[in-house]
């Protein structure tokens, strides 16, 4: 293999802006090659990004949520991130889960070494039993011990009564948590991709790996529009064709050595035509047999701060025909997730993850109606006057984390085209350090196809 040289390097086009675009951005520009980011929009960040909002000012199109076990992605943007802008990047919390009507609390303690805080993480929990502490430890150390993957694929719901979790133990702690990393319905959802979150987040070795980390900044400045100076940036572009050539590949009219296609699932197959999808129809089937899931975040705009107890607290939300009445899952109160844009006016965000539900809700009607869930669960009877409100439903949030879900690896038939997204085959649900990591081994498969290898 080929060092890369100022003379040899190569030129590669990255078509979609979204996390795993920019990180294979970042990663090819970091390696020596000349990048051309091809993105349709204006903005970058794809599914995390900034919105304006003429009420409401810079917001995103939906509240996000890191984990501390997110090394990959954290890694990037300590490299990208001006240290002055790392530095204020996050509202770091240690793991600390609380119900809005106080039945529930779950924190780990700020002593001891780390196998201590999380053995005591659950026996302090307060809503369980001693039983169902030791039923939820049981489960801990049995994932453990499998090294994160427990028994064959089946639904979460499944596993958990596998492992005898009682109604409550399932109601506070298992079912929130899947829904706010799979954004898929426990009945539904994959227990082999909910596994591998707990045991990344909850079983890890690594110091801060379960810390909560919530964006001080809108997600476009906390990293995005630090990778688009390292490359070269095409935005307001849709890419319509990726044409394999003998030697490269045709993006558009330009020839590039090498592509990263990092968009959609659903909009790959658009980019090539008959003849090429037949060469590989098992990939084209794969790429179509994604469904999706969608979230809801409602951001309201109050006359006077709400002072939530915690920076983000867990709702009791409604399932079924309830669901529309106490949609709420959980609520962020963004003068303390965002404290450099806190303002005298209150502003929370409310995030309903699978939020089929409440698409047809109208805006207003939402909104009144999480600020009455939440004001009943507190107990509180002060009347807030909501200033603004706005809703955004993404429809396609996520892939549907569903078992035996097939998903396609970087490598594609041909040599110099490779594929990224939170879509393909991570291990991850589809989150940011699925679509960061998805992004870096796209990088890795094309560089060693093109003979390249300097890291
Ligand atoms: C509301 C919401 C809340 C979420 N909450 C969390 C959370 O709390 N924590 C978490 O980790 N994850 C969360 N996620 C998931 C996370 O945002 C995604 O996993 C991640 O952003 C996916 O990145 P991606 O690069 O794979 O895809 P995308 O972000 O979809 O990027 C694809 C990009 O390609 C562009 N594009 C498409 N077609 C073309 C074309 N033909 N030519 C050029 N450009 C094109 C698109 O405009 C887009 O910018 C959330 C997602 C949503 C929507």
């Avoid at 030697?247 to 699932?265: L, S, W, Y």
């Avoid at 590989?280 to 089937?285: A, K």
């Avoid at 963004?334 to 805006?363: H, K």
Wanted: with cysteine; net charge neutral; glycine share 8%.
């Amino acid at each position: 293999m080929n060092p890369i040289t100022e003379a040899t390097k190569p030129k590669i086009a990255v078509i979609g802006a979204g996390w795993a675009g920019l990180a294979a951005a970042s990663e090819l520009s970091n390696r020596g090659c000349r990048v051309t980011l091809f993105e349709s929009s204006h903005t970058p960040g794809g599914r995390a990004r900034q919105v304006f909002d003429p009420a409401l000012g810079m917001i995103d199109n939906g509240q996000h949520l890191l984990l501390g076990a997110y090394q990959e992605t954290l890694r990037l943007m300590a490299r990208d991130v001006p240290k002055s802008v790392w530095e204020k990047a996050f509202t770091r919390l240690p793991l600390r889960l609380s119900s809005t009507d106080g039945q529930f609390r779950m924190s780990a303690p700020d002593f001891g070494p780390l196998w201590l805080k999380q053995a005591l993480t659950l026996w302090l929990a307060k809503g369980f039993t001693l039983k169902d502490k030791w039923l939820a430890t049981q489960l801990l150390r049995h994932l453990k011990s499998a090294n994160g993957v427990d028994g064959d694929e089946q639904t979460v719901t499944r596993w958990l009564k596998q492992h005898r979790q009682s109604e409550r133990l399932i109601a506070f702690l298992w079912e929130p948590l899947c829904l706010a990393t799979l954004n898929t319905d426990i009945d539904q959802a994959s227990a082999w991709l909910f596994q591998r979150i707990i045991f990344d987040a909850l079983l890890s070795q690594l110091d801060n790996a379960t810390d909560l980390l919530v964006p001080a900044l809108d997600l476009t400045g906390l990293w995005p529009e630090h990778v688009c100076p390292k490359v070269s940036t095409q935005f307001g572009h849709t890419v319509r064709a990726v044409t394999p050539l003998e030697k490269g590949v045709r993006v558009d009219d330009q020839v590039f050595e090498g592509c990263v296609i990092a968009i959609p699932a659903h909009g790959v197959t658009r980019l090539f035509d008959q003849s090429n999808q037949q060469s590989d129809p098992h990939l084209f089937d794969v790429l179509g047999g994604f469904e999706y899931r969608p979230i809801t975040t409602c951001y309201v705009a109050l006359d006077a701060p709400f002072g939530l107890e915690e920076p983000l607290l867990m709702m009791r939300h409604g399932h079924g025909s309830s669901a529309s009445t106490a949609p709420g899952q959980w609520v962020f109160d963004r003068n303390r997730c965002q404290p450099l844009s806190a303002t005298e006016n209150g502003r929370l965000a409310f995030v309903i993850s699978d939020s089929q539900a409440v698409l047809s809700m109208p805006q207003q009607d939402l909104a009144l109606s999480l600020m009455s869930q939440l004001t009943g669960e507190l107990g509180r009877h002060t009347p807030i006057g909501i200033v603004a409100s706005r809703s955004f439903h993404e429809k396609r949030a996520t892939f549907a984390a569903t078992p035996h879900q097939l998903r396609p690896r970087n490598a594609l038939a041909w040599q110099g085209i490779v594929l990224a997204g939170d879509w393909t085959d991570t291990g991850y649900p589809s989150v940011l350090e699925g679509a960061v990591r998805s992004g870096i081994s796209a990088t890795d498969c094309l560089l060693a196809q093109l003979g390249k290898t300097n890291r």
